[in-house]
């Protein structure tokens, strides 16, 4: 069962898995931008972590040190599926889906609806209590059939993606529990 919002350090609770960024983006409304120690505090990571993705490109660097919600919701994404792929894949992937990071004019989906659709997929994964490469393939396409992209490979290409993203999350989940029960018998 997911008990955190992928990605972040807060409590997933039932009717999250329909527009999961909704339940972040509110912090927005209040500010003009997240300082480095919000977005720390909201994903669970280091500082350190967060500035090196930037200066990598992997995430558009902050508009006067304020992190918005396009920043944050890469983050999230970056930090989802992190445990179980090599980190310098993971920019890849997301150049594979939307190109250039600080270029929203070449996206096949938002960042934010990305998340959503991502989180929806693990929802439905943990549903059916899989981890199966073919029925997760099917949970895509379901999660995608009304999904229209800007270009004829669009929805393929987003396909691909999220079942990359989605085995990563699930793998590096049961990498977790792995280290758990081994830390048990090696008490």
């Known amino acids: 069962m997911i008990k955190l919002l992928p990605g972040t350090v807060l409590e997933f609770k039932d009717g999250m898995q329909d527009n999961a960024f909704s339940y ?3 912090v927005f409304a209040l500010t003009k931008g997240l300082s480095l120690s919000q977005v720390r505090d ?9 500035q ?17 919600k396009m920043h944050l919701i890469r983050i999230i994404l970056i930090n989802s599926i992190r445990g179980a792929i090599m980190l310098e894949r ?8 939307n190109g250039i990071v600080e270029d929203e004019s070449d996206d096949i ?3 934010s609806e990305l998340y959503n659709k991502f989180c929806k997929i693990i ?37 691909n993606a ?11 989940r049961l990498k977790e529990e792995t ?4 830390a048990k018998i090696s008490e």
């Open 162 to 172: 999220l079942l990359i993203m989605v085995l990563a999350f699930l793998s590096a």
């Open 90 to 97: 993971i920019p890849k992937i997301m150049e594979y889906i």
């Open 109 to 111: 989906i938002t960042d």
């Open 123 to 159: 929802y439905e994964c943990d549903k059916a209590k899989t981890v199966d490469a073919d029925e997760i393939k099917n949970i895509v396409s379901a999660v995608l059939c009304d999904y229209t992209g800007p270009f004829e490979d669009s929805k393929q290409r987003l396909q």
């Open 52 to 68: 090196n993705w930037v200066k990598r490109g992997w995430v558009a660097r902050p508009v006067e040190k304020r992190y918005q």
């Open 179 to 182: 280290d758990n029960a081994f």
């Open 24 to 26: 972040i983006e509110p």
């Open 42 to 50: 909201i994903t669970g990571l280091e500082s350190s972590t967060i």
